[in-house]
């Protein structure tokens, strides 16, 4: 009888040690990981962010040879931290959002029980002061500002225990390449390919040989002021004459160039007339597009001109600053898309811009203005010096 009530009491003991979870002690300091429900502070490694972010957590492209992967372990980056190591102070955050950012960032609704009082309350918004400009963006959108330049994020930064996340592309081929700002200085030479056969375009329009005319006129006027830069300047053509797509990217992979620019007067994404300057380059692999195309093209699929994603966007970035700023032109906007299947293949970087569209009765009479091609021309020619 004694041996089974021993018995009996062992098995009530193990199985009370199989139910019991002991708490974590409040004084004791929060392990490494813990959890950012724990109301643990943040740590070196990001912890698990809200729903609100990209359901895919995906790993950076093959890195270009002037950033390293290895700089951004993980999916997700401490934006402060990140500045720490860039000696730069910690974001600035606003107690109110500026008056410009009011219609372009994003809001929340707040919600009420009478209609007529719904009111919109401003997400927080950051500055990040650099040497070379000041990053602006909020948490849950994609769009950010460097200085007066609207640019797009692959991802919505995380508000995260009153400190910013920001997803490890948007940090190595958006923010850290800025920071070197305006001119690029090649990594190589200095010889570029100047393109101005928009066929896309020509066709959309049935034919219009302005659209070529138009363009041909800007790559001549362009030339001569490289030159003087000191840039080796090669044209895919040199007469109005048309000249087939794989025969254009055929005699540009030829020089090998620095740079390759495709110059051109088209229209608006599917078809439509968007009017206004533009500037173009590829979407890094993993990260969606900034336009309305995002869906062409692979997400994932690497092409061979994302080896260049850094220096396509420098490149694109500073010829936007230039051709901003001409005067009676509407600004379309600093654009990342896999629209442009010229850039696909392009092993050195590449970069569309277009000067309007002809589509538009504004932009079209500014581009049948001589003195406004001599303008963009010069607005390049002055960002690449």
């Not at 199989?18 to 004084?27: H, M, Q």
């Not at 061979?304 to 966007?313: I, K, S, T």
Request: some cysteine.
């Amino acid at each position: 009888m004694l041996n089974r009530l021993i018995f009996f009491t062992g098995l009530l003991f193990l199985t009370g040690c199989g139910l019991f979870v002991p708490g974590r002690n409040p004084n004791l300091p929060a392990p490494t990981n813990w959890d950012i429900t724990q109301n643990s502070a943040p740590t070196g490694t990001a912890p698990a962010v809200s729903t609100n972010s990209p359901p895919v957590s995906v790993s950076a492209p093959a890195a270009t040879n002037r950033l390293e992967s290895e700089d951004y372990p993980s999916t997700w980056v401490w934006l402060d931290q990140w500045a720490k190591r860039r000696g730069i102070p910690p974001a600035e955050r606003l107690a109110l959002p500026p008056l410009e950012m009011e219609i372009t960032n994003g809001y929340e609704w707040r919600n009420s029980d009478l209609k007529a009082r719904l009111a919109l309350i401003p997400l927080p918004t950051f500055l990040l002061h650099t040497t070379n400009g000041v990053l602006m963006l909020q948490p849950g959108t994609r769009i950010a500002h460097w200085d007066d330049t609207e640019i797009h994020l692959g991802f919505p930064s995380e508000l995260v225990q009153g400190q910013i996340l920001v997803h490890t592309l948007d940090v190595s081929r958006t923010i850290e390449p800025l920071l070197r700002g305006c001119p690029v200085r090649p990594a190589g030479g200095r010889t570029i390919v100047l393109d101005s056969d928009d066929e896309a375009g020509k066709d959309k329009i049935h034919d219009d040989p302005r659209v070529e005319n138009y363009a041909l006129d800007w790559a001549r006027r362009l030339a001569p002021l490289l030159e003087t830069n000191g840039w080796t300047v090669f044209l895919t053509h040199t007469n109005a004459l048309p000249v087939p797509l794989n025969h254009r990217t055929a005699m540009a992979d030829l020089h090998h160039p620095d740079l390759f620019l495709h110059l051109c007067f088209g229209l608006g994404e599917s078809g439509s007339a968007r009017p206004g300057l533009a500037v173009l380059c590829l979407t890094p692999a993993n990260m969606p597009d900034d336009t309305a195309s995002s869906e062409s093209g692979d997400l994932w699929r690497t092409y061979p001109n994302n080896r260049f994603d850094v220096e396509n966007w420098e490149f694109a970035y500073c010829l936007h600053r230039a051709l901003a700023g001409l005067p009676n032109a509407t600004d379309q906007g600093l654009r990342r898309s896999r629209s442009q299947e010229i850039l696909h293949d392009r092993n050195y970087p590449a970069v569309c811009v277009s000067g309007g569209s002809l589509a538009d009765p504004r932009d079209a009479a500014l581009i049948a203005s001589p003195l406004f091609r001599q303008q963009l021309a010069e607005a390049i020619a002055h960002a690449l010096p």
